[in-house]
């Protein structure tokens, strides 16, 4: 059984920083494209950042370029997203994401396997 368990959340002023992480288990094959969504109240689920594993390509959606970092470590099974100079718009709840179709891309509807979310809240 594939799970996508996140962690990492929390409470953050301005500024600050947080990392997330996705820790995967359960698949039989390789997951191609792994990333973070993200849902703010009353808003649609949107995409933050993806990472290719077939050929390393990385996608960030332009409001978090030079802020957010994801990264992968292969050997603890976990997906990492750094997330600096946090604002209060970043407050959301974060999902990690696994599609495991080769032409899969970083779109929400790409996605076959989601965690439950991990809830970031930016105030001061």
């Known amino acids: 059984q594939v799970q996508l368990v996140e962690s990492g959340g929390g409470l953050v002023q301005p500024g600050g920083s947080l990392r997330l992480s996705c820790t995967t288990s359960?698949?039989?094959?390789?997951?191609?494209?792994i990333g973070w969504f993200r849902q703010a109240p009353g808003k649609e689920r949107e995409r933050v950042a993806c990472?290719?594993?077939?050929?390393?390509?990385?996608y960030y959606v332009d409001s978090v370029k030079g802020r957010f970092t994801i990264s992968r470590d292969n050997a603890k099974n976990t997906v990492y997203l750094q997330m600096n100079s946090l604002k209060p718009e970043d407050t959301a709840v974060y999902y990690c994401?696994?599609?495991?179709?080769?032409?899969?891309?970083?779109?929400?509807?790409?996605?076959?396997?989601w965690g439950k979310g991990t809830l970031v809240t930016v105030s001061s």
């Open positions: 359960g698949f039989t094959l390789d997951y191609y494209v």
């Open positions: 990472l290719s594993t077939s050929d390393g390509e990385i």
């Open positions: 994401a696994a599609a495991t179709k080769l032409w899969a891309g970083c779109r929400r509807e790409h996605m076959d396997y």
